[in-house]
């Protein structure tokens, strides 16, 4: 067992730029892929990027590809999510989640995920 911690929401104007960052306490961490999900009032939790743990490959959904950038940084134990050319429908609470032993197969499926942070808010609005 071991904790998340999301960090660096905020409102931010569109077109701006959010840099979130997701903490872990396990020493292990870059044995984990990391994957960020986000909710929208009203609507269901959607996996939008992951980091797998052995390759280090990023994946995007289409919604956000070009725009969000996943890094991760294995010494501090921190994964980033850079967040540019925001919109308004990118509003919603974001989720950091990790699995060890995992390349990201399938991960928009919240089903695959089973350590959570406790979500950090983005609002995008004018």
């Known amino acids: 067992q071991f904790h998340l911690r999301e960090s660096g929401g905020g409102l931010v104007q569109p077109g701006g730029s959010l840099k979130l960052s997701c903490a872990a306490t396990?020493?292990?961490?870059?044995?984990?892929?990391v994957g960020w999900f986000r909710q929208a009032p009203g609507k269901e939790r959607e996996g939008i990027s992951c980091?797998?743990?052995?390759?280090?490959?990023?994946n995007y959904v289409d919604s956000v590809k070009g725009r969000f950038i996943m890094s991760r940084d294995g010494a501090e134990k921190m994964v980033y999510l850079q967040m540019n050319s925001l919109k308004p429908e990118d509003t919603a609470v974001y989720y950091c989640?990790?699995?060890?032993?995992?390349?990201?197969?399938?991960?928009?499926?919240?089903?695959?995920?089973?350590?959570w942070g406790q979500g950090t808010q983005v609002t995008v609005s004018s």
């Open positions: 989640t990790a699995q060890p032993f995992y390349n990201c197969v399938d991960y928009v499926s919240k089903f695959r995920w089973y350590n």
């Open positions: 396990t020493l292990a961490f870059d044995n984990y892929a």
């Open positions: 980091i797998g743990s052995s390759d280090g490959r990023t």
